[in-house]
């Protein structure tokens, strides 16, 4: 019996106007968020979770904002937030 192996190529395409603008608020939300928590001065994560836990995002986008602010804190500290052309 003779196998066939079909190969599946994939191309990546531009997202569409209304996902772009859903990227656009939800990186404007994210970095109101961290703003936010880096201004209460947060020193525990618990406390950084309550700032974002407030704002509209997923929960991946919530554990990533206090997460961020947390090793910033603590492995890079600074005054001022991180901004949207920090890496």
């Given at each position: 019996?003779?196998?066939?192996?079909?190969?599946?190529?994939?191309?990546?395409?531009?997202?569409?106007?209304?996902?772009?603008?859903?990227?656009?608020?939800?990186?404007?939300?994210?970095?109101?968020?961290?703003?936010?928590?880096?201004?209460?001065?947060?020193?525990?994560?618990?406390e950084?979770?309550?700032?974002?836990?407030?704002?509209q995002?997923?929960?991946?986008?919530?554990?990533?904002?206090?997460?961020?602010?947390?090793?910033?804190?603590?492995?890079n500290?600074?005054?001022?937030?991180?901004?949207?052309?920090?890496?």
């Open positions: 019996m003779t196998e066939l192996t079909k190969t599946l190529e994939l191309k990546p395409v531009d997202p569409n106007a209304h996902k772009r603008e859903k990227l656009r608020e939800t990186r404007a939300a994210y970095q109101e968020a961290l703003e936010e928590a880096f201004d209460a001065s947060c020193t525990t994560l618990e950084a979770n309550d700032i974002v836990g407030d704002y995002l997923s929960s991946y986008a919530k554990n990533t904002a206090g997460m961020t602010l947390w090793i910033t804190r603590f492995l500290p600074r005054t001022d937030p991180p901004h949207e052309d920090s890496p």
